[in-house]
C-alpha cells in the first residue's frame, strides 16, 4: 500500500512539514511572485501603448491580450525540450524578459515616432511582434521554476502541493500588479519608467538566482556580465526616460512643445510654432488656433441664434473653454455648465497664459460651473434642465467614447433639454466618415429627435460636421441680431450654405448606434482607417 499515490502525497506532506524552508526555496517563491508581476505588466503596458497611438482601447486591449496568451502557451510548451541546467536558463530568460519586456514601450515609443504617417501596418507588426517574444518568454518561465523547485526541494512537494503552491504565488502576483498598474505606477512613472522599472525586476531575479545558486552555475563569470549589461542598459534607460520621451515627442509632433503632461485618461501636448497653438490628446489634432475659431463658431451658434434668448446652457466635453467662449457671447446666458471628464484638462486651459489667451479667460467666467465626471454617469444623475447643450466630444475611435454617440446617452440628453431646448454634436466628417455621420444622424433620431444636420470647411480637420437636434424642427434664424457681433467665419447669409450636402455627402441608411451594439466604433475605424494608410 505504500506506493500508492497518496500515501506518496501524505508521505511528502509530513516531510515538508517537518523540513524548514530554506532560503533558497523562499527566494523562488518570490520570484514566482515577481516573474507574474512582470509579465502581467509588459501586457498592460503594450495594450495601454496601443490604445494611446492606435485607438479603440477595446480592440488593442483585446487582441494584445489573445496574443500575449497564445504566446505565453507556445513558450510553456517549448519548456519541455529545456532539459539541461535549468537554472542556467531560467537565468537567461529572466535576462533577456527583463530587457526585451522592461524597453518595449520605450522602443515602441520611438518607433511610432519616427515611422511616417503611413507606416501603422509596420508599428503593427513590431508592437505583436515584441508581445510574441514577450510572451513566449514568460511562458518559459513558471515551468522553469516549478521544475526547477521540484529537482532541488523533492522532498518537501507532491506535485499536487508544487503546483498549487507556484499558482498561489502567480496569481498573487497578477493581482498586485493589475491593482497597482493603473493607480500607483502609470500615475507616478508613465509607461516607459514603469515598463523599465519592472524590467529591473526581471533582472533582479536573475540576479538573485545568480547568487542563490552560484555552486552550481557553469561560467558564473559570464552570467554575472550578462546581469551587468542588462542592468546598466536598463538603469540608463530608467534615467534618460524624461530625455527619451522628450525626444519621440519633438520628432513626432515636429514643432516646439510647452505643455507635454500624462492624465489618468490621456496623454496632453500642446504645440506652439510660427504656424499657430495646436492641441493633441493622444496623438491625435484636437484644434489649430490658426482656424478653430471655424470650428466652434460652426458648432455653438446655428443652435444657440435659433433659441429665444437661452439662459442655461450645459457644454458636455470641450474641456478647453472654447465653447463655453463662444456661448458666453450671448449676454443673455446666465449659467453654463461645463462636464469634463479630465481634470487635468480644465486645469490646465483655466490656468497656462497660452491657452487662457485662446478661450479668453472662459472657464473662469462667473457664470460657469465646471463638472469633473463621466457625462454619461452625470447625465443619469441629472435633474436640471438646459435651453441649450452642446455635446463636444472626441471622435468615438473606442467603445468607452461611443457610448457617448448611442441612444442611451442621447436619450439622457434629451431629458435635460428644456421644453423648448435644443442640442447640437460634433459629428465628425460627412465626406471621410460618410456612415459615420449618418449614423450619429440616425441615433438622434431613434429617440425621437428631429435633426438638422450640416457641415463647415475647417482647413485642419477638412470638411466637418455637426447635427443640431430638438424636440421640434430647428428654425433657421432671420433677425440680423440672432448672431452676437464680432463672429469672423459664420454669418446669417451663409447659413443656408452648410445645409447642403452635395452627392458625395449625402444621406445614406444607417442603423442607430446602440449601447449594446456599437456599430458607430467598427465603421469610423474602418472609414478613417483608410485615411491613415
Not at 1 to 7: A, F, I, K
Not at 249 to 255: P, S
Not at 422 to 433: I, K, R
Amino acid at each position: 500500500m505504500s506506493s500508492l499515490p497518496g500515501n506518496e502525497g501524505a508521505a511528502a506532506g509530513a516531510t515538508a512539514a517537518a523540513t524548514p524552508i530554506s532560503p533558497a526555496e523562499v527566494a523562488l517563491l518570490v520570484s514566482v511572485f515577481v516573474v507574474a508581476a512582470c509579465g502581467l505588466v509588459y501586457e498592460l503596458a503594450a495594450g495601454a501603448l496601443a490604445s494611446y497611438l492606435l485607438g479603440d482601447s477595446v480592440l488593442q486591449f483585446s487582441t494584445i491580450i489573445g496574443c500575449y496568451l497564445f504566446a505565453m502557451g507556445i513558450g510553456s510548451w517549448l519548456s519541455r525540450f529545456i532539459e539541461r541546467q535549468l537554472v542556467a536558463q531560467f537565468l537567461r530568460i529572466e535576462l533577456l524578459v527583463g530587457l526585451v519586456g522592461g524597453l518595449m514601450p520605450a522602443g515602441l515609443f520611438v518607433a511610432h515616432s519616427l515611422l511616417p504617417a503611413g507606416a501603422m501596418g509596420s508599428f503593427r507588426v513590431l508592437l505583436y511582434g515584441l508581445v510574441g517574444v514577450v510572451g513566449m518568454l514568460v511562458g518559459l518561465e513558471i515551468p522553469l521554476v516549478m521544475r526547477i523547485l521540484k529537482r532541488h526541494f523533492s522532498e518537501r512537494y507532491a506535485l499536487k502541493d508544487l503546483v498549487s503552491q507556484v499558482l498561489t504565488f502567480d496569481y498573487l502576483g497578477a493581482l498586485v500588479v493589475a491593482v497597482a498598474f493603473p493607480l500607483l505606477f502609470v500615475p507616478h512613472l508613465g509607461l516607459v519608467r514603469t515598463g523599465v522599472f519592472f524590467g529591473l525586476l526581471n533582472a533582479g531575479v536573475a540576479v538573485w538566482a545568480l547568487w542563490l545558486f552560484r555552486g552550481e552555475l557553469r561560467n558564473w563569470w559570464a552570467h554575472a556580465a550578462a546581469c551587468a549589461a542588462v542592468l546598466a542598459a536598463l538603469l540608463a534607460t530608467m534615467a534618460g526616460a524624461s530625455r527619451l520621451t522628450t525626444w519621440a515627442e519633438d520628432a513626432f509632433y515636429g514643432a516646439d512643445i510647452v505643455v507635454r503632461e500624462s492624465s489618468d485618461y490621456q496623454r496632453v501636448v500642446v504645440t506652439a510654432g510660427a504656424g499657430g497653438v495646436r492641441l493633441y490628446l493622444n496623438g491625435n489634432l484636437q484644434f489649430h488656433s490658426r482656424d478653430e475659431y471655424r470650428y466652434h463658431e460652426a458648432l455653438v451658434h446655428p443652435a444657440m441664434a435659433a433659441q429665444a434668448a437661452p439662459r442655461r446652457v450645459l457644454v458636455l466635453g470641450g474641456g478647453d473653454g472654447m465653447a463655453v467662449r463662444e456661448v458666453l457671447k450671448y449676454p443673455g446666458v446666465e449659467h453654463v455648465t461645463l462636464v469634463e471628464l479630465d481634470p487635468q484638462m480644465t486645469r490646465l486651459f483655466a490656468q497656462n497664459p497660452t491657452l487662457v489667451a485662446l478661450n479668453r479667460g472662459a472657464l473662469a467666467s462667473p457664470k460657469l460651473k465646471i463638472v469633473n465626471a463621466d457625462a454619461y454617469a452625470w447625465l443619469e444623475a441629472n435633474r436640471e434642465f438646459f435651453d441649450a447643450i452642446v455635446v463636444d466630444f472626441p471622435d468615438p475611435t473606442n467603445f468607452s467614447i461611443g457610448k457617448l454617440y448611442s441612444t442611451s446617452f442621447y436619450q439622457r440628453a434629451e431629458q435635460a433639454l428644456a421644453a423648448s431646448g435644443v442640442m447640437v454634436v460634433q459629428t465628425t466628417s460627412p465626406l471621410v466618415a460618410r456612415r459615420s455621420f449618418w449614423t450619429v444622424t440616425a441615433t438622434l433620431e431613434a429617440v425621437g429627435l428631429q435633426t438638422t444636420p450640416y457641415h463647415a470647411h475647417v482647413p485642419s480637420f477638412g470638411d466637418w460636421g455637426f447635427i443640431i437636434a430638438g424636440r421640434k424642427p430647428w428654425v433657421m434664424p432671420s433677425d440680423p441680431k440672432a448672431l452676437p457681433p464680432g463672429l469672423r467665419f459664420l454669418t446669417l447669409e451663409g447659413l443656408p450654405a452648410l445645409l447642403q450636402f452635395p452627392p458625395d455627402m449625402a444621406r445614406v441608411p444607417m442603423p442607430p448606434n446602440r449601447l449594446s451594439d456599437q456599430g458607430l466604433v467598427a465603421t469610423f475605424e474602418e472609414e478613417w482607417g483608410r485615411v491613415d494608410r
